[in-house]
């Protein structure tokens, strides 16, 4: 009996390579998924599933995994304001765990034998693959034919033209891969620790020069409306955004990190709509939510990103940081203004029916309605006190040896 392999499958080199070589060179029968997490048109995908049946599988599935996508990761990492060393939005990272999760269901669906990906040997993908299908698909084999055999790319295309494959084997000088939470490029100019990425390099060009000012209004942190236009789904108003601020370069950035397989690298990426989402979102929780939930929040999104972009997306205490990111959210709803202009934004404020900014207790620095200058002065002397004790015991033990 022939066994069955699902193959995640993007259209590229690597896993059309690996299609050939599972059915024809290995016997095995090919089942190709492809997992749309923001970044293919319909017209891609379309071409991706003939490509498909071209190189012979036995079945293709798109699934198309945007809102999903949205709900079970993107919603939390805009709870959390997530960006990985200060600087990235997991723009990547996050969509493989997704497209993971969906192939891992799709291998109990069809009752394959075995789960192939197309991730080398050199990068963070195949961690989070592998562990993703050691945990939701114990026991069933994994297959990593680009990784076991060492393959360059130049073989691999050889080895297609042998078999009579029909594709564009020409490289562009960038590797972009596209998503709903940003895009990530890869070119001569990230693999050193010096060097910035060319503007012909960037997948939007900047075409606006005016500036504009932009309303976002969130519901319980999620981003519902754009200048009062309303979305039936947030990830529908990520998209929108993406299509306003992007054309300004906004959210162009170059991330370096530390990989999960333990050596740094550098990534330039564009996520216009995820920056001034994530500032914008910030800028009101900063109004709304008290001293204390901020801090907690921070420290929990923090572990959070860093859990998340190491593949850990199954660990059940992801489920409980969840939890806390999502009730944390209940007064968070108002409306964020924010100016865009080339290669850069401002968050200029926000109005909220939750501000605690509220006049009605005071001004900062000017003046104040719910207390006397006499309740400060002995408040300072008792918020202190502690202090005080451990400086006066230090002296006069000081003095004593």
Not at 28 to 52: D, M, P, R
């Amino acid at each position: 009996m022939v066994k069955k392999v699902v193959l995640g499958f993007s259209g590229g080199l690597d896993t059309s390579y690996c299609v050939k070589y599972l059915s024809e060179d290995i016997g095995y029968e090919v089942h190709s998924i492809t997992v749309n997490t923001g970044g293919f048109s319909k017209e891609e995908l379309k071409y991706i599933e003939q490509h498909a049946h071209n190189l012979g599988v036995k079945t293709h599935t798109t699934i198309d995994a945007v809102e999903s996508y949205y709900e079970s990761i993107i919603r939390f990492l805009i709870y959390g304001n997530v960006l990985k060393n200060n600087t990235y939005p997991l723009s990547v990272s996050a969509e493989r765990l997704s497209q993971a999760l969906h192939v891992a269901e799709h291998v109990k669906t069809i009752n394959a034998d075995a789960v192939a990906h197309g991730s080398t040997g050199a990068g963070n993908d195949q961690v989070r693959f592998d562990m993703i299908f050691h945990i939701m698909i114990p026991g069933i084999e994994i297959l990593t034919p680009i990784r076991d055999l060492k393959l360059s790319r130049e073989e691999e295309i050889e080895y297609l033209k042998g078999k009579q494959v029909d594709m564009n084997f020409d490289k562009s000088m960038y590797s972009i891969n596209k998503g709903l939470w940003g895009t990530s490029v890869g070119g001569q100019e990230t693999l050193s620790s010096k060097g910035l990425l060319p503007e012909n390099a960037w997948p939007t060009q900047v075409t606006k020069t005016e500036s504009e000012e932009i309303k976002l209004h969130f519901e319980k942190g999620e981003l519902r409306k754009i200048n009062d236009k309303s979305f039936h789904h947030p990830y529908e108003a990520i998209q929108h955004l993406q299509s306003i601020a992007a054309p300004y370069g906004i959210g162009r950035d170059i991330h370096v990190g530390d990989t999960i397989i333990g050596i740094k690298g550098r990534v330039g990426f564009e996520a216009a709509a995820p920056m001034v989402i994530i500032k914008a979102h910030h800028a009101l929780e900063k109004h709304v939510l008290t001293k204390w939930q901020l801090i907690w929040k921070d420290q929990l999104a923090q572990f959070y990103g860093n859990w998340l972009h190491e593949g850990q997306i199954l660990d059940p205490v992801m489920r409980d940081i969840e939890a806390y990111l999502e009730i944390s959210q209940r007064n968070v709803t108002g409306d964020v203004f924010v100016q865009l202009m080339p290669y850069r934004f401002q968050v200029i404020g926000i109005e909220s029916p939750y501000d605690l900014m509220n006049n009605k207790f005071g001004k900062y620095g000017e003046m104040n309605s719910g207390w006397t200058g006499e309740e400060v002065r002995g408040f300072s002397k008792i918020f202190g006190n502690q202090t005080m004790i451990y400086h006066k015991v230090k002296e006069d033990a000081n003095a004593k040896y």
